[in-house]
């Protein structure tokens, strides 16, 4: 039987728009770049919501809109940068915990 001109047959790892799906080891690596995303976040609010100085929760209100605009941007979707991501975050994680814990 053929296909009719809106009928393409699906091939193994494609999707219905045509692009190949991620892996599975690629979606594991956005949604661990996703959850470092939001740990830099809740740091930054942790921090907010113990400052006092006017100056410092500007600086740390700026950050945290810098972590939120990465994370909206979808760029960290892309391999590289999930990757990019997972490899300096735990670093950044540790350092603003550590500030929170002083």
């Known amino acids: 039987m053929s296909e009719g001109p809106n009928e393409e ?7 219905t728009t045509g692009f190949p799906l991620p892996s599975g080891e690629i979606l594991d690596l956005q949604h661990l770049a996703r959850a470092y995303i939001q ?17 410092r929760q500007a600086e740390l209100e700026a950050q945290w809109e810098r972590y939120s605009k990465e994370l909206r941007a979808r760029g960290w979707l892309e391999e590289d940068e999930a990757r990019r991501v997972v490899n300096e975050y735990p670093h950044i994680v540790r350092r603003l915990r550590a500030e929170i814990d002083s």
């Open 9 to 15: 047959a699906q091939q193994p790892g494609a999707s």
């Open 39 to 55: 740990q830099v976040m809740r740091c930054y609010e942790a921090l907010l919501n113990r400052e006092g100085d006017q100056r």
